[in-house]
Nanobody
Framework: VQLVESGGDSVQAGGSLRLSCEVS????????MGWFRQLPGKQREWVSH?????????TYAPSVKDRFTISEDYAKNALYLQMNSLKPEDTGTYYC????????????????WGQGTQVTVS
């Protein structure tokens, strides 16, 4: 499994960014796919994921709900994170992740990880 994130940048508070994750080795539509982040001086935390079942239910951490949107493109086998109304406290490294098995959602201790992309909000 290979996950390659892109789209991180430096933006002003209130701005938007769209993170992308190119996925190879698995089919996105068959897996629970998620985004995590590591804020400065803190442990990696879950941001959002899409369930692997047919519902493809999307869930979000309370800190990003109503500001961030997770989505997929099956044709491109890619995962995205649209981030709006960005705040300085969103600054950190953002990681794309999959569960180690298709039915398992990624967790901070059990996942396939990308290399991360840096988001800086000032």
């Amino acid at each position: 499994v290979q996950l390659v994130e892109s789209g991180g940048d430096s933006v002003q508070a209130g701005g938007s960014l769209r993170l992308s994750c190119e996925v190879s080795g698995i089919t996105v539509s068959h897996y629970c796919m998620g985004w995590f982040r590591q804020l400065p001086g803190k442990q990696r935390e879950w941001v959002s994921h899409i369930r692997s079942d047919v519902s493809r239910t999307k869930t979000y951490a309370p800190s990003v709900k109503d500001r961030f949107t997770i989505s997929e493109d099956y044709a491109k086998n890619a995962l995205y994170l649209q981030m709006n109304s960005l705040k300085p406290e969103d600054t950190g490294t953002y990681y794309c992740a999959t569960g180690l098995a298709s039915v398992r959602c990624p967790t901070t201790t059990s996942a396939n990880w990308g290399q991360g992309t840096q988001v800086t909000v000032s």
